[in-house]
Nanobody
Framework: QLQASGGGLVQAGGSLRLSCTASRRTFSNNGMGWFRQDAEKEREFVAAIRWNGDSPSYADSVRGRFTISRNNAKNTLYLQMNSLKPEDTATYYC?????????????????WGQGTQVTVSS
């Protein structure tokens, strides 16, 4: 029900914009978030946003470089990633929360997208 896209290969310092589109149902009343996972690491929180677009929350490692936003009319979540670093390399997943708030905890999310690969070369 969630389809993430926009990943790719980019040089360090570059930018990418990820999108996550919902199908078959709307998530306009749900908080939504982005998580990422490298093959050698556990899944980690990246960013989250409330149902109405307020109160974005970011991991310390991406704050100031990444921006999460949403367009409920288009049923789409975004992650603008600037000043990318090699350590940002991972598979990025979008998710819809059980509630309406912006949560950092994966256990608060019920619906997950299939992931999109982001690779940042040095």
């Amino acid at each position: 029900q969630l389809q993430a896209s926009g990943g790719g290969l980019v040089q360090a310092g570059g930018s990418l914009r990820l999108s996550c589109t919902a199908s078959r149902r709307t998530f306009s009343n749900n908080g939504m978030g982005w998580f990422r996972q490298d093959a050698e690491k556990e899944r980690e929180f990246v960013a989250a946003i409330r149902w109405n677009g307020d109160s974005p929350s970011y991991a310390d490692s991406v704050r100031g470089r990444f921006t999460i936003s949403r367009n409920n009319a288009k049923n789409t979540l975004y992650l603008q990633m600037n000043s990318l670093k090699p350590e940002d390399t991972a598979t990025y997943y979008c998710a819809a929360a059980i509630g309406s708030w912006a949560s950092r905890w994966g256990s608060d999310y019920k619906y997950w997208g299939q992931g999109t690969q982001v690779t940042v070369s040095s």
